[in-house]
């Protein structure tokens, strides 16, 4: 019963948290502790969705279970790994609040992983000492996700609500004031009234052909950010996971499980002819043990490859032929038979692994309160940008979404400016309601999907670990095509319509790709995980952070000084001579 002039379905909320995985969930248990009504809504299920499930390796806190430690030694090495572009006071709230962030899900029962009656840490790359906690390391987010989802369902006045694409905020006198949502199972339109908006849906790494990410990681949360004219930062920065998963083929494991074999086992990086060439590219001899970081290990292995000495399949040799099998099955015993049973004996085969689109360190623009530029407007987890600047420290996206989804809940609590009538809400929402409205002609529709394929094509191509002003010219005019192509309005419409939902994300992906692809172009140095060809090097003089914005068809970029915290070198000199 769709049609145009369809009275959309309307939900009422103090708050409205857009995104269910971690720092969604944790904004929305945050909200709710406070006494306001929260709305919590994701495309999928809730908690089922967003990368946190996904999430198999380690949880960065400076705990100092395993050896003292302390937030500031955390901040040290997130600000290392950040290259100089770390907000600072960003990265000091991950640090310092991520603390409490993790042994709350402790107390919660998230099943951190104990020896000798304390949590276990690991240490990871980048890490000055042992600092991860993990449940086991290959069922971390899960066990992370399930805890919360639990603490979702005992909040209170909490409401959850799957299945909803949340297509464009609503905006009143400059102010967020609610969404225009589309629900997926019956097709039609519903208007959300909400005192404050909470964006939490992830990164974008969909936007490219070889990805770790789940469906609904295009992006989504910088579009509505963008097209309600919040101002993003550092978005040319996108991690590569430099071991994904490349061959042979495999069903049922996650592209990223590498990680945490390499960080108990210490397997070894070979090119083609058998050597260990990390070193190579400026990195300490790894030796038995991981510490080069995510963006020199890419950089290592996609110029081995461009070299002519890569593996079979365009990647790198990951080798664990020196761990004895009794080593092996004491740290991954069901895996190993898992592996054995797909035709992977690790002890006489090595697998090829290659850079994966895995995390984006860019995202929208806030301060302390996680309050973006539009009042009434917040934002949690990797939706954020600027705590880890150019590069994200291993561990860190956890512990990021959840104490951002807590500070960005308790932030949108206390914001009680009440929203405009609905009468005005309405009026407000009616273009977006009218694009919503079921296509009334079949003919000649374009094949979002495929449109979607080449978008991906595009970015990785162009816009990936390597980039140059020609490539990332061709991708910007190769986008305006894709724009053309795809057209104005939306095709399809009605219950479960897949065509309408691709293009959806269509209008998102381009929205958001061209962002990445601009802000790359204007950044003429290499640093971190943006790495250009023909500007090789990095330039202290781009020791600045990247804005973008998009008012009315144009995009608007600007640079801003670092944001540095007066106290830190103070501190720190105080604390080395304590």
């Known amino acids: 019963m769709s049609t145009e002039n369809q009275t959309p379905h309307i939900l009422d909320t103090d708050v409205l948290v857009i995104g269910a995985g971690g720092a969604g969930m944790s904004a929305a248990i945050a909200a709710g502790e406070t006494g306001r009504r929260v709305l919590l809504a994701d495309r999928s299920l809730i908690g089922r969705g967003g990368a946190t499930i996904m999430a198999q390796m380690t949880v960065a806190a400076a705990l100092g279970e395993q050896e003292p430690d302390h937030w500031r030694h ?30 709350r ?27 991860c906690v993990y449940v086991d390391y290959l069922n971390t987010g899960p066990a992370v996700a399930k805890t919360l989802r639990t ?41 959300v009234r909400a005192g404050a908006t909470v964006i939490a849906t992830g990164g974008l790494t969909r936007l490219y052909r070889r990805n770790s990410a789940s469906l609904n990681m295009g992006g989504d949360g910088f579009a509505l950010a963008l097209r309600a004219g919040a101002r993003l930062v550092d978005m040319e920065f996108v991690q590569f996971f430099p071991i994904g998963h490349l061959a042979p083929r495999l069903v049922g494991f996650d592209p990223i499980m590498w990680d945490p074999f390499r960080y108990k086992l210490g397997g070894r990086l070979l090119n083609r002819d058998g050597e260990e060439f990390v070193a190579r590219y400026g990195n300490a001899a790894e030796g038995q043990r991981y510490t080069t970081t995510r963006d020199a290990a890419t950089y ?64 929208i623009r806030v301060d302390t309160r996680l309050a973006t530029d539009v009042p009434g407007l917040y934002a949690a987890g990797e939706a954020v940008g600027g705590a880890n600047g150019a ?8 512990t990021e979404a959840v104490a951002f989804g807590l500070r960005a809940g308790r932030s949108a609590a206390a914001d009680g400016v009440a929203p405009p009538t609905l009468d005005v809400l309405r009026t407000l929402a ?20 495929a449109l979607i394929e080449d978008l991906q094509a595009t970015m990785q191509a162009h816009v990936g670990p390597f980039r140059s002003d020609a490539g990332l010219r061709q991708a910007l005019a190769m986008l305006a095509a894709l724009r053309a192509r795809a057209g104005a309005t939306l095709p399809g419409g009605g219950a479960q319509d897949p065509v309408r939902l691709d293009a959806l994300d269509l209008r998102n992906m381009l929205l958001v790709a061209e962002a990445v692809a601009r802000s790359a172009l204007a950044r003429t140095e290499s640093r971190g995980a943006h790495q250009r060809e023909d500007h090789p090097a990095q330039d202290e003089a781009w ?18 000084p670092v944001e540095r915290l007066a106290d830190l070198s103070a501190a720190q000199a105080e604390e080395a001579t304590a």
Not at 118 to 125: D, E, G, S, V, Y
């Open 74 to 103: 955390h901040l040290r090495d997130t600000l290392a790994a950040g290259r100089g572009l770390c907000s600072e006071p960003l990265a000091r709230l991950l640090c310092e609040e991520g603390v409490d962030a993790i042994r």
């Open 105 to 131: 899900l402790d107390r919660w029962g998230v099943g951190w992983a104990r020896a000798d009656g304390h949590l276990t840490q690991a240490q990871a790359p980048g890490h000055d000492r042992p600092r």
């Open 151 to 191: 603490q979702v369902v005992r909040a209170p006045g909490v409401r959850r609500v799957g299945d909803l694409v949340i297509v464009d905020l609503v905006l009143h006198e400059g102010r967020a004031v609610g969404a225009v949502a589309l629900h997926l199972a019956s097709g039609e339109p519903v208007l």
């Open 300 to 363: 290592a292995i996609l110029k081995e490859v461009e070299s002519g000495r890569g593996s079979p399949a365009g990647g790198a040799w990951l080798s664990f032929r020196h761990v004895p099998e009794a080593a092996l099955r004491a740290a991954f015993g069901p895996i190993i038979d898992r592996l054995a049973a797909a035709g992977i004996d690790l002890t006489q085969q090595m697998i090829e692994v290659a850079p994966i689109a895995h995390y984006h360190m860019g995202g």
């Open 391 to 398: 590069n994200r420290l291993s561990g860190n996206a956890i």
């Open 430 to 449: 009616a273009p977006v309601l009218a694009l919503l409205a079921p296509a009334t002609s079949v003919a000649r529709e374009p094949n979002v999907a």
């Open 543 to 560: 020791t600045l952070n990247h804005t973008i914005a998009w008012h009315d068809g144009r995009w608007a970029l600007a640079t801003q």
